[in-house]
Structures are given as structure tokens and as C-alpha cells.
């Protein structure tokens, strides 16, 4: 009629040790999977920052045109006034980088900034700063100094600016020096 119930309360107890076993590792488990999805959606949301910027970051060119400052026949001097493009952040054209593709090919090709030696100047025509693009109004004329980056270029030569912003976006400008320039003009390109 009387059970022996010592057993069982050894059973009962080794249970309750693997069911807070088995509960301790679901935590540990479910901390690691939202450590990883809040490090992955960190990373995401830097990365989507980053493709923004390099899409969205660019300068627009208004206007270019090249400029014989002697009476040799051979433009020396491309100005190109610029402004921010629609959605993008302020620009510091102190931090932007200007790639020169004359005529002589890829041999002709330097990188600039603003400290390179006098090549690249900016003057401000519509706003204070003459280094930084704050709103889309602001134009800032950026003159590109040909002799000290390469050569001038002559009637018909054709060329290519790089102009790249910190932020990695890129604006392209190509032109050509019309054959029928006349020295000491300005030709727009």
C-alpha cells in the first residue's frame, strides 16, 4: 500500500536541472541572434549612408569654358562654375579631387586638389565661401590652371575633367577647343 516515492523526488530534480540548462542556452542563443541583427543593422544603415552619398554628393557644372591668357593660340585655363546637385549634403571643394585627361591620353592624367600647386583655384560668385557648396543657389567658380597640370591645349584638342567630392560621387566634363579659337579668346566647351 505505501509507495517508495524517494526516486521519484531525484527525477523530479534532474529534470528541472536540464529544463534551466535548456532555458539558459535559449537565452544565451537569443542574445547572440540580437547582437548579430543589431550589428547587421548598424552595417546596413552605414552602407546605405555611403551609396547615398556617392549618388546623391555630386557637383552640377553650370558653365565651362577655356580662356587664352596670352596671344599664343593655346588656351591655358578652363573655369568651370558649379553648384551642388539637387539632394545632396554641403560640398567642400577643399576636400574634392579633380582628374585631368588632356589630350597626350592617360599620360597627361594628375589628380588635384586644392593645394596642388596653384593648379586649381575657386572664387565664390553667388555666396560667401568660396569653399564650400551649402545650398543649391551657391556657385563657385573653380579655374583649372593647364600649364601647371600638363600643357595647354591648342584648336581642336579634346579633354576630360574628373571631378569627384569626399564622398566618392563623380561629375564628368568633356570638351574640345573649337579649330576656329582665336588666340587670346574664351570659347565655351
Known sequence: MFEDTADRGQVGIGTLIVFIAMVLVAAI???VLVNTA????ENAEQTGQQAQGEVSDRIDVVNAYATDT???????QVVLTVRKASGSDDIS????????????GATASNTLNATSNNAVTTTAVANNDATILRSES????????????ASSLSPGSEFEFQIT???GASTYVQGRIPD???????VEI
Open 165 to 167: 567630392t569626399s564622398s
Open 180 to 186: 576656329t579659337a582665336e588666340s587670346g579668346g574664351v
Open 138 to 149: 551657391d556657385r563657385i567658380e573653380i579655374t583649372l590652371d593647364l600649364t601647371t597640370i
Open 38 to 41: 543589431g550589428f547587421l543593422q
Open 29 to 31: 542563443a537569443a542574445g
Open 70 to 76: 596670352g596671344t599664343n593660340g593655346n588656351y591655358d
Open 93 to 104: 571643394l577643399d576636400d574634392t579631387t579633380y582628374t585631368y585627361l588632356g589630350p597626350d
